[in-house]
């Protein structure tokens, strides 16, 4: 499987030649590149000007709405994004969660871009407070259970979902999740996934998977220092990159310390119904 690495560039750069600046220079810092998929995520204006400007990168969206289209004044759809070449969208961002954002609402929008075949990334995080209280584990499974409700079981429909674990306390901050810890909320998101998606994959017991099931990535101050650990250590499947992915020599650079090393593939259980996986976290024994 290989790595999915996003660039959340949230509403930067400000002019159209900072825009072309930035992305020329991560398309040919990273032109070489064989193992990871890039994926940059700018605002929506300049999704065409970008579209233009060919290059192996992908084109991801930073939300949508869940209507088609119609009177909803401010509002992007799926389709449209579709059109301007996007294949991806993310929705859920802990920022647009702030914002008002439901569950509710993430729901509809995770139905209606995959209804426009783009490719959701879902993002799911706790709190600094939550995670102190010990409730990371539980905050993630009601919101994956509210985001997906409705969803959930339909195999077809969710296979190209992408779940982005982003824990809110280490957006933007700096302070960065301890690949230790996050390899603990890896396998326990690879757990439920599992279970509300119900993908058809098999897992060894370090949640390296085979098969398709769908791909967890990590977003929270990634760099150049620590991008490697998420994928090698915490065995996630990409990140999701936010301040760092307007520095486009630290965004090569953290393209580059994933790209060496495909992910874990070895040790997998080679076939769905194979083996019952067992893992350690948090003093229990899951099973999946
Ligand atoms: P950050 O943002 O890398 O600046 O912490 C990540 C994100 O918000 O997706």
Redesign the pocket.
């Known amino acids: 499987m290989e790595p999915l690495i996003v660039a959340?560039w949230?509403m930067n750069p400000i002019t159209l030649a900072e825009v072309k600046n930035l992305f020329n220079s991560v398309k040919n810092g990273i032109k070489n590149i064989k193992n990871a998929k890039v994926v940059i995520c700018p605002p929506f204006v300049y999704l065409s000007n970008i579209q233009y400007l060919k290059s192996n990168i992908k084109l991801g969206a930073q939300d949508c709405f869940w209507e088609e289209k119609g009177a909803f004044t401010g509002e992007i759809s799926p389709l449209t994004l579709k059109n301007l070449g996007c294949e991806y969208v993310?929705i859920g961002?802990?920022?647009r969660r702030k914002l008002g954002e439901t569950d509710e609402m993430i729901n509809k929008k995770i139905k209606a871009a995959l209804s426009a075949k783009l490719k959701p990334i879902l993002?799911i995080g706790e709190t600094g407070e939550e995670r102190k209280q010990g409730k990371t584990f539980k905050v993630l499974k009601n919101q994956l259970k509210n985001d997906l409700k409705y969803l959930i079981s339909n195999i077809y429909y969710l296979k190209s979902l992408i779940i982005?674990y982003?824990p809110v306390w280490?957006?933007?901050?700096g302070n960065?999740c301890e690949p230790r810890e996050a390899k603990k909320v890896y396998l326990f998101l690879r757990k439920i996934s599992h279970q509300l998606i119900n993908s058809r994959a098999s897992y060894n017991s370090e949640g390296i998977c085979s098969g398709s099931a769908n791909k967890l990535l990590y977003?929270?101050?990634?760099n150049s220092e620590n991008a490697a650990s998420y994928i090698q250590e915490a065995n996630f499947q990409g990140l999701?990159?936010?301040?760092?992915?307007l520095n486009a020599q630290e965004f090569i650079k953290i393209v580059k310390s994933i790209d060496p090393a495909p992910i874990l593939q070895n040790n997998c259980f080679a076939a769905h119904g194979g083996r019952i996986g067992q893992s350690r976290l948090a003093g229990q024994y899951y099973s999946y």
């Open positions: 959340n949230k993310i961002h802990s920022e993002c982005a982003e280490a957006i933007g901050t960065s977003g929270g101050s990634v999701l990159v936010g301040g760092a992915s």
